[in-house]
């Protein structure tokens, strides 16, 4: 069993971006769905979940890596369209050392934990059941984002193991639970009433990959041209994170300082 707590990156999302009460609850749902889909990367692995919303409008990029840290952007803020179900596509990307690996589209009819755990069956060939759970205040802020993940472990040989249909009756009325009530009980160390023992635990933290390094090596990237133009005629350049929606300002001298010597 695979347990994700998310609420404190899901409101990071939500304070940088300005999203509103949708926009931060779907948001806040696809970032657990990538941490539950990151439970098993190693070094320099990571998982990316792209959502694009036909129904509400809107898009969503999740990154996520194997030492737990979460970055996320949404677009609009402000979607248009129903705020009770999601219709669209959900694109899986595994990378290795930012080299990609795997794909998998997989469509979205309804809710996002329908088509993660549409995904695990035909993309990953997991038996799975899932619960993904958000939920935003009155005052707009993220109050809960979280999952369970059950899987379905491979036979090994002497070890104790459950057959398909075996697995679907002993948890197929997780489905049915109440969200925040199961999480609720999962995290004072219990389902259904029997204590659960944690093996491994693991923080979830915001983490932005810019800084004001690789930037400037983005606006080297452009070419001398470029630059000489921001030099002559804007007399600078500032350019602002997707992600964390930092701004990095570049005078004139520091411009001047990346062209080729």
């Known amino acids: 069993m695979l347990l994700v707590e998310a609420h404190g990156p ?3 999302v939500r304070r940088r971006h300005g999203l509103d009460p949708v926009a931060a609850r779907f948001t806040a749902e ?6 539950l ?4 990367l190693k070094g320099d692995e990571s998982i990316t979940v792209q959502i694009q919303g036909e129904s509400p409008r809107m898009s969503i990029y999740v990154d996520h890596t194997a030492e737990g840290h979460l970055r996320a952007r949404t677009t609009p803020s402000h979607p248009q369209g129903p705020s009770d179900s999601l219709e669209g596509l959900m694109m899986t990307i595994k990378a290795v050392q930012g080299r990609e690996v795997y794909r998998g589209l997989t469509p979205l009819e309804g809710t996002l934990e329908g088509g993660l755990a549409s995904h695990l069956s035909s993309s990953a060939q997991v038996d799975a059941v899932l619960k993904l759970h958000a939920r935003v205040d009155a005052d707009g802020r993220v109050a809960a984002a979280g999952g369970v993940l059950f899987e379905r472990l491979a036979e090994e040989p002497g070890q104790p193991n459950l057959d398909p ?6 948890f197929a009325d997780i489905r049915t639970y109440d969200g925040g009530a199961l999480l609720t009980e999962l995290a004072f160390g219990k389902l259904r009433g029997e204590p659960i023992q944690v093996l491994e635990s693991q923080p979830l933290t915001w983490s932005c990959r810019c800084g004001r390094e690789r930037i400037a090596a983005m606006l080297v ?3 001398e ?3 000489r133009s921001m030099i002559e005629e804007d ?3 500032e350019v602002t994170c997707h992600f964390c929606n930092e701004a990095y300002r570049f005078d004139e001298n520091e411009l001047a ?3 080729p010597s």
Request: proline share 0%; hydrophobic share 60%; net charge negative.
């Open 221 to 223: 990237s452009l070419g």
């Open 10 to 12: 899901a409101d990071e």
């Open 225 to 227: 041209d470029e630059l």
């Open 30 to 35: 696809a970032m657990v769905a990538a941490a």
């Open 165 to 170: 249909e075996a697995f679907e009756e002993a």
């Open 235 to 237: 007399q600078g350049a």
């Open 37 to 40: 889909l990151a439970a098993h």
């Open 257 to 259: 300082g990346l062209l």
